[in-house]
């Protein structure tokens, strides 16, 4: 099983950048594919982004498509969103996900993931 935790939450005016880092210990990203998702107060979690293992298919939900980018480093084990042009509406406790696949699948779903970090805090003020 892996273990994952996030890092680079904050509070960030509107208009700001933020990089979030998710890091992987206890087996090799290699093996996974994975996602960051979020979750405002009192909503459900929501897709953000997906990358495949080898980081050669992404995916975005449409309200950051443009803003968010993800990406990978298999040789740090660390997966990364990087987040510009910040909205009040991008508040959440953000979340990174792994699942075992060595296809160029990305994954939208939280159904689809196995494991997960327990999330940073990002706050966008107006």
């Known amino acids: 099983q892996v273990q994952l935790i996030e890092s680079g939450g904050g509070l960030v005016q509107a208009g700001g950048s933020l990089r979030l880092s998710c890091a992987a210990s206890?087996?090799?990203?290699?093996?996974?594919?994975m996602g960051w998702f979020r979750q405002a107060p009192g909503k459900e979690r929501d897709f953000v982004a997906a990358i495949s293992w080898g980081g050669g298919s992404t995916d975005y939900a449409d309200s950051v498509k443009g803003r968010f980018t993800i990406s990978r480093d298999n040789a740090k084990n660390t997966v990364y969103l990087q987040m510009n042009s910040l909205k009040p509406e991008d508040t959440a406790v953000y979340y990174c996900?792994?699942?075992?696949?060595?296809?160029?699948?990305?994954?939208?779903?939280?159904?689809?993931?196995?494991?997960w970090g327990q999330g940073t805090q990002v706050t966008v003020s107006s």
């Open positions: 996900a792994a699942k075992i696949s060595r296809s160029a699948v990305t994954y939208s779903t939280t159904s689809a993931y196995g494991s």
């Open positions: 206890g087996r090799t990203l290699r093996d996974y594919a």
